[in-house]
């Protein structure tokens, strides 16, 4: 991968160009959408940010508190088990990378549609690399935020009529709140890695990945079931 980057891109066509900004916009478009605060629709995601606060506010005053550190335990849990998972998947890439050369002899044993330059696959998989690295961050930052929130609500009093109760309880909630966005975007990275997959067969399915992906998370986010049950 010493090539200058003109001659770096001759070896792509204006389709994988078209093809790369697209993921790039339905990726932006999502992060967009969903986490709008002033929409008239509010997506499931922010939704579920005002039933943490209630929960935080329901803390206040049950005892003991081991369902609550239950749940948070599971959420904190959620968040390892991406992040390793991003981890092993991210090693996956270098050793592809590793092994660029013998996966152009395989694409060529297959179809003469897939010979393309080694140079053009290590760069498809930086890619990937690219989607799976800021999911990992994002996991990870979330599960340090969870720890923090564990923090937090240990130390909330236990008498309702403390007046340091509820302050500190809401921010509980607040960090509970960025927790769960760190999570969530560090999935839409996951999503978009494996629509990104589909670069190594061409532009044109990564289009598609690109649109279907987008399409799947808003009707999850703003027209499913659970959005509708949280709704009402």
Not at 109 to 119: Q, R
């Amino acid at each position: 991968m010493r090539e200058r980057l003109p001659d770096l891109l001759l070896h792509f066509t204006l389709l994988d160009g078209i093809a790369l900004l697209s993921l790039l916009l339905c990726w932006f478009y999502c992060a967009h959408v969903i986490e709008r605060r002033s929409a008239a629709k509010l997506s499931t995601h922010m939704l579920m940010e005002s039933y943490r606060i209630r929960w935080m506010e329901q803390m206040i005053t049950r005892q003991p508190r081991i369902f609550d550190s239950a749940i948070l335990g599971i959420m904190r849990n959620g968040a390892t088990f991406f992040a390793s998972s991003c981890m092993i998947a991210i090693g996956g890439c270098v050793a592809l990378l590793g092994g660029a050369e013998q996966l152009t002899v395989l694409a060529s044993d297959l179809s003469d549609a897939l010979v393309v330059p080694k140079i053009v696959w290590e760069v498809k998989i930086l890619v990937l690399m690219g989607f799976l690295g800021n999911g990992f961050l994002k996991f990870v930052w979330s599960v340090r935020l969870f720890g923090y929130c564990a923090i937090v609500m240990a130390s909330v009093p236990n008498d309702p009529n403390d007046p340091e109760a509820t302050p500190t309880a809401r921010k509980a909630a607040d960090i509970s709140n960025h927790a769960a966005r760190s999570f969530n975007r560090g999935l839409r990275s996951v999503y978009f890695t494996i629509a990104t997959l589909t670069w190594l067969i061409g532009p044109i399915p990564l289009i598609i990945a690109a649109i279907t992906t987008t399409v799947v998370l808003y009707r999850r986010e703003f027209n499913s079931r659970s959005r509708a049950a949280l709704a009402s």
